[in-house]
């Protein structure tokens, strides 16, 4: 039941998972570069000094992003449309035009909705799901393999196919269950399954409407350090009764540009704040190394999907055809296979030919397949074997107790 | 009897288009080719005065991401318009946007204007993207947009 858990989602959903993986590792180096390349501020600016900075650089300032790396950049009336700059958080200075690296917007888009709007953010949704469902079944199939928790750490016996996917799992299974958890809940907040993440203050319905005072004397500003602000909407250019929109790690208000007022500041539900620290989470923005060790993980997942199939096709051709099986309410003798790696299908085939040429009504099943009623049956026969770290076969030890009194049942009246 | 019928029923006919909304109002955008996720619109109407009356379609389903279409998300949210049945999924760069929408037909060549704000996220925020004066002479007309939309049409 387990391994068809993991199995089943493994082949089904193989493809999509291991191709999120990969867009979602190429998408882990951008807090990474960015890390390396953004100038952090050496002097502490408040939001108004900066914003008014800014606004001396650049004409018709739209609003001043604060990205998680601690970059800031600014968008302005370029002329034909919006233009974007890259700005100094120290001095306000503009370093240079700023656009998103075509690279990574290609990849975010690839990433959250394989450029299919709605329905690729469900396959999106989906394949963090299979993911969840394959780490987890994995994991407990990994528990047994190894003979308990106490093992985890053991080194996995197998075949080569068998030991890579066992030890890249290990190494990648936190990471993954990280990945894909954060993704499930990002993705059930872009249904709305999740109640709306943020708070939305509504817009003042009175502001001051007088002569706009210069930024930098606005108190709601100087109140906020660059390192608190995430976002600054300015006001739309000549619209008295327009104001600053101000979005800070703690919370979102409006600012009145004529009287430096904060006006309906609303903090952060909790909601928020868990989606922010999932975000950060699964992104790495905020956070690059963890980001970083994400996308190392999320490499593994092709390498597990390709063993993963390889070791499944490899049981699958492996599968013991037993000739000459009577069925279950013909058959004299009964012989019930217990096996993890077929190998002892090849002893339960040999001896059922060995029966079958002795003149017996011989049946072999699985121990799963076990039937209600074996009515003909004079002798049951059980194979079983170690399994991992020579233990018996987990599903076996598991359901043992349901299957000795089971056996009991048939076991009982073939006594004399 | 058959008299009043009859007269009953010229009246509703005559009646009913005062009360009701256009048939096959049919709102169609073109997105411009920009470069980025895809755009929430914001498309309502402008009373004679400039003030806002009403929302007609909304691209884009996020609240957190509604409020960045900043003029729209002002006037209609103290207007207390529900947006329920009028939205639908944001659109990419190069798309098209076709849909059924209500306006009433009382509101044609009455002084009225619609709008269209759009915004993207790591982008910009435009207010009147694109602006078409409401007349029956304006049906099927193909304005530009500004922004991000590249053109916008509505046919009566």
Redesign the interface.
């Known amino acids: 039941m387990l391994r068809r858990l993991h199995s089943a989602p493994g082949l089904v959903a193989g493809l999509i998972v291991a191709f999120m993986a990969i867009t979602g590792s190429v998408l882990s180096l951008q807090p990474v570069m960015d890390h390396f390349s953004v100038r952090s501020a050496t002097v502490a600016m408040n939001v108004a000094a900066l914003a008014n900075a800014v606004s001396t650089h650049l004409t018709g300032v739209e609003r001043i992003v604060h990205a998680a790396s601690g970059a800031v950049t600014a968008y302005y009336d370029g002329g034909k449309g919006v233009a974007a700059a890259l700005i100094d958080p120290a001095t306000g200075a503009v370093l240079g035009d700023y656009s998103p690296s075509p690279i990574f917007v290609f990849f975010t888009e690839l990433h959250r909705s394989l450029f299919l709007g709605m329905n690729g953010r469900f396959a999106s949704g989906m394949s963090a799901l299979a993911l969840i469902v394959l780490a987890v079944s994995g994991m407990l199939l990994l528990v047994r393999r190894l003979g308990g928790w106490q093992n985890i750490f053991v080194t996995a016996k197998g075949t080569t196919s068998q030991r890579l996917h066992v030890e890249l799992a290990r190494i990648a299974i936190i990471g993954l269950l990280v990945s894909s958890l954060t993704g499930g809940y990002m993705s059930l907040t872009s249904f709305g399954v999740i109640a709306s993440t943020s708070s939305v203050g509504q817009f003042p319905v009175s502001v001051d409407g007088g002569t706009p005072a210069p930024i930098s004397s606005l108190n709601a500003l100087q109140a906020v350090p660059l390192a608190d602000l995430r976002e600054l909407v300015f006001p739309y250019a000549g619209d008295r009764t327009d104001v600053f929109t101000l979005t800070t790690a703690s919370g979102q208000g409006y600012v009145d540009q004529a009287t430096g007022a904060l006006l309906n500041f609303t903090p952060n539900s909790v909601g928020q704040s868990i989606y922010e620290t999932l975000y950060m989470l699964h992104t790495g923005q905020g956070l690059w190394w963890f980001g970083a060790l994400l996308g190392l993980a999320a490499l593994c997942v092709p390498v597990l999907a390709g063993t993963g199939t390889f070791i499944w096709w490899l049981r699958r051709r492996n599968q013991i055809k037993v000739a000459n099986n009577a069925g279950a309410r013909h058959a004299d003798t009964v012989i019930l296979v217990g096996s993890e790696g077929n190998s002892t299908w090849g002893f339960a085939q040999v001896l059922h030919q060995a029966l079958v040429d002795q003149a017996h009504q011989v049946h072999t099943g699985a121990m799963n397949d076990l039937a209600v009623d074996y009515p003909a049956a004079r002798h049951l026969l059980v194979l079983a074997a170690t399994y991992g770290g020579g233990y018996g076969r987990p599903e076996d030890r598991d359901h043992g107790a349901r299957q000795h009194d089971a056996l009991n049942q048939y076991v009982k009246p073939l006594r004399p | 009897m058959k008299k009043l019928i009859t007269v009953l029923m010229l009246a509703t006919a005559l009646g009913t288009p005062t009360l009701a909304f256009a048939k096959d109002t049919k709102l169609s955008i073109q997105m411009s080719n920009y ?4 755009a929430y619109l914001a498309v309502y109407l402008n009373k004679p005065d400039g003030t806002f009356d009403s929302t007609v379609w909304v691209a884009g ?4 991401y509604q ?1 960045d279409l ?2 729209w ?2 006037a209609a ?2 207007s207390n318009q529900r947006i329920d049945g009028i939205t639908g ?1 944001s659109i ?1 760069g190069g798309r098209t946007m076709q849909v059924d929408v209500n306006i009433a037909d009382s509101l044609i060549d009455a002084g009225y204007t619609l709008h269209v704000d759009s915004a993207v996220q ?6 009147d993207d694109a602006v078409l004066k409401l007349t029956q002479a304006n049906s099927g007309t193909v304005v530009a947009g ?2 991000y939309v590249g053109a916008l049409s509505v046919s009566f």
């Open positions: 470069w980025g996720p895809p389903g996020q609240s957190r409020r900043r003029s998300f002002r949210s103290s999924a990419g790591d982008g910009g925020l435009v207010r500004r922004g």
